[in-house]
């Protein structure tokens, strides 16, 4: 209680007001990940069925593209656009899916990037 009190006079307000800023702070971040974990469900949904249907229309007939695992022009040119559109935040979260989904996530080729 002693940190809120002092945090309260830091700030030049009630220890009420700043409790009751810090609950109504706390709601809005509950609501964003609610929204954030419901928009993820989603995402991994619609990733199955546009899996399916781009694997329905690429593959030509009596070969199996899954079989190779080349992807095809399109798949490549559409996942480097994304990602050129996407936050680091974005990609994590997509590989998260694609791993929890059981899948191995498609890494751009090339010499391994620095970790700073």
Do not use: W
């Amino acid at each position: 209680m002693l940190i809120y009190t002092a945090e309260a006079e830091a700030r030049g307000i009630p220890i009420s007001t700043y409790l009751r800023d810090r609950l109504a702070s706390a709601d809005i971040t509950r609501e964003e990940l609610s929204s954030i974990r419901a928009a993820m469900i989603d995402m991994g949904e619609a990733m199955d069925e546009l899996r399916d249907q781009v694997a329905e229309r690429l593959a030509p007939p009596g070969q199996d593209r899954e079989a190779t695992g080349e992807p095809g022009a399109m798949e490549i040119e559409t996942l480097l656009l994304l990602r050129a559109l996407s936050t680091s935040q974005n990609r994590q979260m997509v590989t998260g899916e694609i791993e929890r989904q059981g899948l191995k996530p498609f890494r751009i080729p090339g010499p391994p990037t620095r970790s700073r």
